[in-house]
């Protein structure tokens, strides 16, 4: 079978991982890489051992598919150009950086035929693929997703940049749409959102907070999932779960507890045994496995075979349109409940008073 002809688009931070993830696929001839950068194109063209382009138009004629990896406010402009000629398209979270732009896209696809595959990787996430095992209906979800400051994707907020990740997953899990929701968001450096928090309610019940940050001392991204069924805590950066259910002794336990009242000795028996007896755990530690390479790999195989990718061009629409709700949410957020004192993100209110018992004065800042 004929190679694959793939080049990666926008080879920064992200897409360099793309280019060397592909070009170590058997099936795969990675033609090129371009990036306006002719610098960074060159070097990462070198270790791949293919062609470096500044102008990625150039690549059109000689592919079957591309990943696109340039900032967010260009996925747009580069994906429009492949996906309407029928060339597959693997775009970097978050899709698009608005829903019109989106709906485009996805519409474009349909048109054309085009694989579109979103670069949600949490879903290739070890973790995750474990969790799809199991049939579970969520009823309350906490995630924080919280990243130190790189200087990064500024062209987006943290709602865009890294909730985008938790609210494709929540969406993924409880299935049921969203009905009503509140959030807030503080900008500490520019025109977006630096840290935002959301409170979802769906329309089966599940609520859902979620957290995210930009600017945090330290990584940290997690998600504790409550569920009838039992309840699930992960770590995601280290690939880890703990499943925790009830066994039948404690289902026996709240039975005789209900119905006779708390006996003082089987208060001792749920004290002692909580954890094993009582609650089943199952920990799962799946570090060994690169998202990337799997996310990626599943994209060339919806290529080859016209599967459905795991991640849709619809899936990452609709988690744009629920994010678009939360950033129009947090724009008329009003600090002191009334739309007359400071609202949005940007407008953090004045400060009462100080943490610190001096303030340092402001230092000179490029203009
Ligand atoms: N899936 C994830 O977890 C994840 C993680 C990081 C970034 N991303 C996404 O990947 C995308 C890129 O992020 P990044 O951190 O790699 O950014 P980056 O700034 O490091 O890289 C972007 C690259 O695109 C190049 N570029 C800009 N305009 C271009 C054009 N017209 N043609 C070709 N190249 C162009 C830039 O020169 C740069 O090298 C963003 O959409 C971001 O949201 C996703």
Redesign the pocket.
Known sequence: MPRLRMAV???????KEHARILASFSDVELVGV????ME?ARAVAARCQTQAYSD?RRLIPLVDAVTI????T??RD?AVEFLRRGIACMI???LAATLEEADELVDLARHSGAVLQV?H?ERFNPVVLELEKHRFQPKFIEAHRLGTFTG??LDIGVVM?LMIHDLDLVIHMVGSPVQSLQAVGVSLFGRHEDMAHVRLTFGDGCLANLSASRASPRPSRRMKIFAPEGYVSIDFQQRRAAFVQPTQSVRRLREIMTTRGCDPINVIHLKDGLYGRFLQVREVDLQAVDQLTLELGDFVRCVATGARPKVTGEQGRDVIALASRILDHIRRHAWEGSACGPVGPVQIPAPLGSFFDEFPPAEDLAA
């Open positions: 688009i926008g080879v920064g931070h992200l897409g371009a990036d306006v950068n960074q990625f990896a340039v900032p967010t260009l996925h580069v970097e979270k978050p670069g990787i990064r994707s940049d």
